[in-house]
Nanobody, 124 residues
Framework: QLQLAESGGGLVQPGGSLRLSCAAS????????IGWFRQAPGKEREGVSC??????GYARSVKGRFNIPRDNGKNTVYLQMNSLKPKDTAIYYC???????????????????WGQGTQVTVSS
């Protein structure tokens, strides 16, 4: 059974850093695109970043601050978040879709499998 499990969320001060993990089980990341998404209270789910294994993509709001390393040996994708801002506060989700395309998309509708999410709060 294909599953994704996020971890690493928490409370951090503005300007701080967090690293989220997305551990995959029941499948190998090699054949899948992984996306990170977030949803703040009262707002729609929005794309943050994605990785295809060849390329990565970032939303304009996080470009230069976030990156998405992956460790295929651990079957895990990370979201390294630096220079965090209060507007980054949200529940963060990772998602997966099987694809052979070189380019990944940061669109929720493109992904088939979702984790349960992890809360990130940026506040002083």
């Amino acid at each position: 059974q294909l599953q994704l499990a996020e971890s690493g969320g928490g409370l951090v001060q503005p300007g701080g850093s967090l690293r989220l993990s997305c551990a995959a089980s029941g499948f190998t990341l090699d054949d899948y695109h992984i996306g990170w998404f977030r949803q703040a209270p009262g707002k729609e789910r929005e794309g943050v970043s994605c990785a295809s294994g060849i390329t990565t993509g970032y939303a304009r709001s996080v470009k230069g601050r976030f990156n998405i390393p992956r460790d295929n040996g651990k079957n895990t994708v990370y979201l390294q978040m630096n220079s965090l801002k209060p507007k980054d506060t949200a529940i963060y989700y990772c998602a997966a879709v099987k694809s052979v395309q070189p380019m990944c998309l940061i669109l929720p509708m493109e992904y088939d499998y979702w984790g349960q999410g992890t809360q990130v709060t940026v506040s002083s």
